[in-house]
Every structure is written in C-alpha cells, then in structure tokens.
C-alpha cells in the first residue's frame, strides 16, 4: 500500500450542520474536537460554506480540505461533512438519511419553523445515524422505526430534565467503558 494514503478510519463523518436561507446556524455536531474547536471557528466554517454553496446547484463542495455535500429544502440547507479522501457516496447516504428521516419524523414539509418545532427528534436522529463521527445507520425507516420504539418506551414529554440529564451521563459513561 501506498505509505502517502491515510490509514482507513470508521470515522467518516467530521460535522453535520443544518442553515437556515441566511446561513444562521440552526443545528450543528461536529464529530472531530480538533476540526473547529471553537464556536467562533465553527461559524466561520459554517459561513464560508454557506457562502460557496447557497446559489450553487451542485451537491458536492470542496472547501478546507474537506469534503461537503449538501442539500438545500425550502429554508434550509442540510450539510454532511468529511475529510478531503472520504468518499462521497458515503456522505451523501448519510444527507440523504438524515433529510428522509427527518421528512418522516415532521411529516410536514421539512422548513425551518417545522425544525425547530421538533428539535428534540431532529437531535435524536442525529443520534440514531452517526455516533462520534461512525455512520451506524443509513436507512431512514430503521431510524424512524428506533425512534419511534424509543418514544414508545419512554416519551421526551414524560421525562423531567433530572431524568434526561441522567439518562445522557449514562450513555456518555457506557460509551467511555466501551
């Protein structure tokens, strides 16, 4: 093998972030610490992004050694980001599960009031598709399905914010032991 490749990683998603038509941040993760790790960094990134691609009609950018795909709907604009060598196909599963899941979960169109509406399900299916970077799941029915199962079980609207805060310590503590 070439000694100049990069080593294969699992970790193929660096940031996935959501604008709305004036490329103010709605929602953003960023995956990679050492990517942007200041919020004044991240915006800035988000910004020249927004800049190279709100009038453009592609859906694969280049910009900072990174490789960007994106979709815009309505009010939004949806972005998955991975390194320069990441393979686009695998970014563009996770847009595309990300925006299919998303359409299913408002069941309205997917604009920015309907977001922010339903922020506790878009954050959830962020959380069923990449965990730290790693895409676990690319087909939307499986996310819904494991949303659906999760509210099932125990709804967000019935849980006090102790409960919720446990809950996360819980599963930051399994994923350290992990």
């Excluded at 020249?48 to 994106?70: C, P, Q, R, S």
């Excluded at 990449?130 to 819904?144: H, L, W």
């Amino acid at each position: 093998m070439d000694s100049t490749s990069p080593e294969p990683s699992l970790y193929t998603v660096k940031a996935v972030f959501i604008l709305d038509n004036d490329g103010n941040r709605l929602l953003s993760k960023y995956y990679d610490p050492e990517l942007y790790p200041s919020l004044k960094e991240q915006k800035n990134f988000e910004s020249n992004v927004f800049d190279k691609t709100h009038k453009a009609d592609n859906e694969i950018t280049f910009l900072e050694g990174m490789t960007i795909v994106y979709k815009s709907n309505i009010d939004l604009f949806f972005y998955v980001v991975g390194s320069a060598q990441e393979n686009e196909l695998m970014l563009m599963s996770v847009l595309n599960c990300v925006f299919d899941s998303l359409s299913y979960i408002i069941r309205i169109n997917v604009e920015r009031q309907s977001l922010l509406d339903n922020m506790e399900g878009v954050l959830l299916v962020f959380d069923e598709i990449i965990d730290g970077g790693v895409i676990i799941e690319s087909d939307p029915q499986q996310v819904v399905h494991k949303i659906i199962y999760r509210a099932d079980e125990n709804p967000l609207t019935e849980q006090s914010v102790t409960q919720v805060l446990q809950s996360a310590k819980e599963q930051i503590k399994w994923s350290i032991l992990k």
